[in-house]
């Protein structure tokens, strides 16, 4: 049965699996990703150095990672469910392609619960003990792991690379932008954890009911400044690598050509710098305020400015993401699936190619795949407009890239008072002849009468 698609009122579809996926990865990701690592190094540290404050840093990172492990799987439960519901198509063509892929990826997550839940659970009786040491490296793996492969599935979406061509899952995964896209994640990890433990730091001295504690506070907010600092500097290098790789993997992937410059100097440069500038505030205000004068980021004042730098890491982490995901429109992914899940030619030859190689018969003997057909089923409008109209523009996914009555997406132009704009003959020509990022539709004549007088009457 077709189902008609499910509209999401202002963000819009898209926009809905952004704010989920930005507010899972920052936080449970990444985050995941950089505090065992941190954790076993601190345990270390506090084994060389005879110092019990990194000790007590260790365990209660330990802690905080367990949790964030739990709570995190909520979220991931939260990404599935919405790109199954809202991109249904999208999301059984990835499983399809990432099948293997995703079912190592369950295995090595479940590897990293187990070993952070049993690194947490012994470590009064263990600690500064080898084993202890390697049980919060494996749990690390699996966290890197995790991430490593869930990294193939998320720069795929940009960087298809040759994998239309060859249908080899190791091109999917190591797609051109995959290791430069891994590298800047795998630096966020510590960036993000860095800033996690200023926030850690700030609440122990406030709690902090004698002096000692009070101290503590301090050197744990130096400590973590040190992590914040250098991770978040150091992302430049591979930013400029991640660029640089997206020019490669994009500039033949569509007619709409490379997205680079959009980041440089087009509708995505206020997002993607802006997010640089409010990094390198952060850097500034955690050098001076925790590195080099922790003392003074102890006060009310310096609490509220360090809180503040967290806010803003957490923004340039918002603010990369939401570029990311804008680069791509008007696909879902680049070059191969349309954001209203139409398939571009090459992903229908792509597939037909695959087909044809299973039944052992030349590709060409393949019946060909259209984007739509005047054999969909009709169905009835989801919202309060009944005009024929409207219905049609959802049976042909219309409004999967476009906004009408403020329903829809929001990839393409609004389409409420596109009569205003266009005569009925123009909008027939752009449906019969789609400019460059949207999918040619085959509308049979009846239906196009239908859909153009609906569009230039008056609303």
């Not at 190591?174 to 850690?200: C, D, E, Q, V």
Request: charged residues 15%; negative net charge; aromatic residues 14%.
């Amino acid at each position: 049965m077709e189902w008609p698609p499910i509209n999401v009122p202002i963000l819009g579809r898209s926009g809905l699996i952004a704010l989920v996926a930005l507010l899972h990865i920052p936080f449970f990701v990444n985050f995941v990703m950089g505090a065992p690592l941190i954790a076993v190094i601190s345990e270390w540290l506090g084994k060389k150095t005879g110092d019990q404050r990194y000790d007590s840093l260790s365990k209660q990172l330990s802690v905080m990672v367990l949790v964030t492990v739990g709570v995190g799987a909520f979220g991931g439960i939260a990404l599935v469910a919405t790109n199954i519901g809202l991109f249904p198509t999208f999301f059984s063509t990835t499983a399809r392609i990432f099948f293997w892929p995703l079912i190592i990826e369950i295995s090595f997550f479940l590897m990293e619960t187990i070993f952070i839940a049993i690194y947490r659970y012994t470590y009064d009786r263990m600690a500064h003990r080898p084993l202890h040491m390697v049980y919060g490296l494996l749990g690390a793996f699996g966290a890197w792991m995790s991430g490593f492969l869930i990294n193939g599935l998320a720069s795929f979406m940009l960087t298809p690379g040759s994998w239309a061509e060859t249908h080899n899952i190791f091109d999917a995964i190591f797609n051109p932008s995959f290791f430069a896209s891994f590298t800047h994640r795998a630096i966020a990890a510590f960036s993000i954890t860095g800033f996690f433990l200023i926030i850690y730091a700030i609440w122990k001295h406030s709690r902090a009911k004698n002096e000692e504690e009070k101290e503590y506070g301090i050197w744990a907010l130096n400590y973590a400044g040190k992590w914040a600092l250098i991770a978040t500097a150091i992302q430049f290098l591979p930013g400029v690598w991640y660029l640089y790789s997206l020019e490669v993997g994009t500039r033949f992937a569509a007619p709409e050509g490379s997205v680079v410059p959009k980041f440089l100097g087009g509708e995505l440069f206020v997002f993607w710098f802006g997010g640089i500038l409010l990094a390198t505030l952060a850097i500034l205000i955690a050098w001076f305020l925790a590195v080099q004068y922790p003392r003074k980021g102890v006060t009310v004042f310096g609490k509220i400015i360090l809180v503040t730098s967290v806010l803003m890491i957490l923004s340039t982490n918002a603010f990369m993401g939401f570029s990311r995901e804008r680069a791509r429109k008007p696909y879902l992914v680049y070059g191969l699936m349309y954001g209203n899940e139409a398939m571009s030619e090459m992903m229908k030859n792509a597939f037909a190619k695959e087909e044809a190689q299973q039944q052992e018969i030349s590709p060409t003997a393949q019946p060909q795949i259209m984007v739509e057909t005047s054999t969909a089923p009709q169905v009835e409008p989801t919202t309060g407009i009944t005009d024929p109209g409207f219905a049609l523009l959802q049976q042909y996914s219309c409004i999967g890239c476009h906004t009408y009555d403020g329903q829809g997406g929001q990839v393409g132009p609004e389409l409420t008072e596109v009569g205003d704009r266009l005569t009925a003959e123009e909008i027939k020509t752009l449906i019969q002849n789609p400019p460059a990022g949207m999918p040619l539709i085959a509308v049979t004549p009846e239906d196009m009468e239908t859909l153009v007088n609906f569009l230039i009457s008056p609303q």
